[in-house]
């Protein structure tokens, strides 16, 4: 396995302290790393992390200094944007097979199994809808 996608909401626990199963998601960092597979997400995945954090902000979890910090943070971990001319159709593919909706855990999914390669998520609701049929699907909590 040379890549591996990973969706914006595992990407979060890299840079704020209080996310559950962080060390997870940064032991996931740290292995694809030291083996040189490269982590993907679609053209959706600084728009998600960038809202996350400033949501984070806004609401008042993070004072506006630690969003800056994240916003840093995260820039700087080498996150490959890929696109793919069929993602669009396969996301909208696995969201109508799946019955979610809205096709934003879709485009993720879409993006590992067009690549072949396994999607790490943080969203257990997603996770325990397709884990039976799209076994490339993990949830950060059972890293490692």
Known sequence: MTERCIDANVAIKW???AETDRENALALLKDSMRAGIALIAPPLFPVEVDSIIRKRVHNGSLTPEE????????????????????LRRRSREIAEQFNQRLV??????????LRHCEFWTADTRFHRVVKADLLFVKHIADYG
């Open 104 to 113: 934003y855990d879709s485009l993720y999914a879409a993006l590992a199994d």
């Open 15 to 17: 840079v704020i302290a």
């Open 67 to 86: 969003g800056v910090l994240a916003y840093s943070h995260i820039d700087a971990i080498p996150v490959q944007i890929v696109e793919d001319p069929e």
